[in-house]
């Protein structure tokens, strides 16, 4: 089953209210509302394209290691992955495909790495979850998210309804600004230039992971070349 299979199939049970879920019509309303207003706001088209230069960052993994942009670079193309946080379930399946896929991108030369806003704590919290053997890393204040043209405040209303549901952004984060980076899958070439970007302001909608090998693929033969 592919990615977005599964993720709409969470969806549907979620959205059903079915167990163990049990959300209430309300509760979707409000995040639908939110969705919607994101996409409506063209924010992603103003986030990084193909053909753009990534910046160049350190964030650190869960154990305080920081971990460079430039390094990892140098060594072969870097796929990079934003995710929301480990509270959020269609990021936890977005990371175990990922897993899935990370041999095939490292036979192809590539890293992967994957970053959001939580504590270190909570890093290390999706390593175990997801059984990962890729780098996560802490963005905190979502400032890397911000240089790739991700980062969003939340509406007032949708901060209450996350509140009521005890899911605690400031506490999650370190950072009680309420802040998010939409989903956003890149890959970057070793000069530095996207080769690849997909960036959705839906967060139930993910790129397939074996979607990055023909690209990945194309960028080692051009290195060798």
């Given at each position: 089953m592919s990615l977005q299979a599964k993720l709409d199939a969470f969806k549907a049970d979620f959205e059903a209210g079915k167990p163990p879920y049990n959300v209430p019509p309300s509760v979707i309303e409000v995040m639908h509302r939110a969705t919607a207003e994101l996409v409506a706001s063209s924010i992603a088209e103003k986030a990084l394209k193909a053909g753009d230069k990534a910046p160049l960052f350190t964030l650190n993994d869960p154990d305080g290691h920081p971990v460079s942009s430039a390094d990892l670079l140098a060594k072969g193309p870097l796929v990079i992955s934003f995710y929301r946080g480990v509270w959020c379930p269609y990021c936890n399946m977005e990371l175990q495909a990922l897993e899935t896929a990370f041999p095939a991108f490292r036979e192809l030369g590539a890293n992967l790495i994957a970053i959001s806003p939580q504590t270190a704590a909570n890093s290390r919290?999706?390593?175990?979850?997801?059984?990962?053997?890729f780098p996560i890393?802490?963005?905190?204040?979502?400032?890397?998210?911000?240089?790739f043209g991700l980062r969003f405040t939340l509406p007032d209303y949708l901060?209450?309804?996350?509140t009521n549901l005890k899911n605690d952004l400031p506490s999650f984060n370190g950072d009680d600004s309420w802040t998010l980076p939409m989903?956003?899958?890149?890959?970057?070439g070793q000069d530095g230039?996207?080769?690849?970007a997909e960036v959705n302001p839906d967060y139930t909608r993910r790129p397939e992971p074996e979607d990055m090998l023909?690209?990945?693929?194309?960028a080692t033969q051009s290195a060798v070349a």
């Open positions: 919290k999706s390593v175990r979850q997801n059984t990962l053997s890393l802490s963005d905190t204040h979502n400032d890397v998210s911000a240089a901060v209450e309804l996350y989903p956003g899958r890149f890959i970057v230039v996207i080769l690849y023909a690209i990945l693929q194309k």
